[in-house]
C-alpha cells in the first residue's frame, strides 16, 4: 500500500516548455487535489476532482490543466511553463469530498528557468 | 475571504518540555478543520481531523481543540521529543457556497532541542 505517489520527483523546466505530473492513489479515494506550496504563500489549492469524471477549479488554477483519469489518477498539466509556476507541487487524496481527512504524496519540486 | 493565521511562525523548546500551538481562522462557517506535520523536503502528514461539531481529538501526545464560535483551534504537544521537530500546519474546509475551498495556514516551525 503505497498511499500517494507522484512522478517525477524532480523536473527542471525552460520557459515555454510543457510537462505533466502524475499522481496516483491506492486507496480507493473518490477525491483528490493538487496543491502548490510557495515559501511565504503557504499551501494553495490548485485544482481538485471530487470523484471520477469530475475536476473544478481551486484558488490558482490559471496556467495549468487537469485530468481525472480514473479512480486512481490525476495529473497536472503546465502547458507552457512560466517562471511564476517554480514550486513544490503536491497531489492529494481523500474517501470523500470535505468531510474526509487529507493524504498526501511526497511532491514534485519543479524549477522553471 | 477564509484568512488562517498561525502563531507562533516559530518555536524552539527544550526536550520534554509541553507545548501549545495556536491556528486563528476567520470565517466560522467551515465543515472541519486539520492539523498536518510537515518534514523538511517531504510532504505533508495528517496528525488530526476535527469535524465541526466536535471539540477536541486526541491522538498519543497530540490533543486538538477546535472552538468554532471564536475561531481558533490549539494543537497540544505533551512531553515533547526531538523527533516532534518539524513545521505544522493547520487548514480549514468553509462549507459556504457550491465550491469546495481549504485554506492553509502558513505553519509554525517547532525545533525540540536535545
Known amino acids: 500500500n503505497a498511499g500517494v505517489t507522484q512522478t517525477p520527483k524532480f523536473q527542471v523546466l525552460k520557459t515555454g516548455q510543457s510537462m505533466t505530473l502524475q499522481c496516483a492513489q491506492d486507496?480507493?479515494?473518490?477525491?483528490m487535489y493538487w496543491y502548490r506550496q510557495d515559501p511565504g504563500m503557504g499551501l494553495r489549492l490548485i485544482y481538485y476532482?471530487?470523484?471520477?469524471?469530475?475536476?473544478d477549479k481551486g484558488e490558482v488554477p490559471n496556467g495549468y490543466n487537469v485530468s481525472r483519469l480514473n479512480k486512481r489518477e490525476f495529473s497536472l498539466r503546465l502547458e507552457s511553463a512560466a517562471p511564476s509556476q517554480t514550486s513544490v507541487y503536491f497531489c492529494?487524496?481523500?474517501?470523500?469530498?470535505?468531510?474526509?481527512?487529507?493524504?498526501f504524496g511526497p511532491g514534485t519540486r519543479l524549477t522553471v528557468l | 475571504k477564509q484568512e488562517v493565521t498561525q502563531i507562533p511562525a516559530a518555536l524552539s523548546v527544550p526536550e520534554g518540555e509541553n507545548l501549545v500551538l495556536n491556528c486563528s481562522f476567520t470565517?466560522?462557517?467551515?465543515?472541519?478543520l486539520q492539523w498536518f506535520r510537515q518534514d523538511p523536503g517531504k510532504g505533508l502528514t495528517s496528525l488530526l481531523l476535527?469535524?465541526?461539531?466536535?471539540r477536541e481529538q486526541t491522538s498519543g501526545r497530540l490533543n486538538a481543540s477546535l472552538d468554532k464560535s471564536s475561531g481558533r483551534s490549539t494543537l497540544y504537544i505533551a512531553a515533547s521529543q526531538p523527533g516532534d521537530s518539524a513545521t505544522y500546519l493547520c487548514?480549514?474546509?468553509?462549507?459556504?457556497?457550491?465550491?469546495?475551498?481549504?485554506?492553509f495556514g502558513k505553519g509554525t516551525l517547532l525545533t525540540v532541542n536535545p
Open positions: 492529494a487524496s481523500s474517501p470523500g469530498l470535505v468531510t474526509n481527512e487529507q493524504f
Open positions: 486507496m480507493n479515494h473518490n477525491s
Open positions: 476532482s471530487a470523484s471520477e469524471g469530475t475536476t
Open positions: 470565517d466560522s462557517a467551515i465543515y472541519n
Open positions: 476535527i469535524q465541526s461539531s466536535q
Open positions: 487548514a480549514v474546509t468553509n462549507s459556504g457556497g457550491s465550491n469546495y475551498k481549504l485554506t
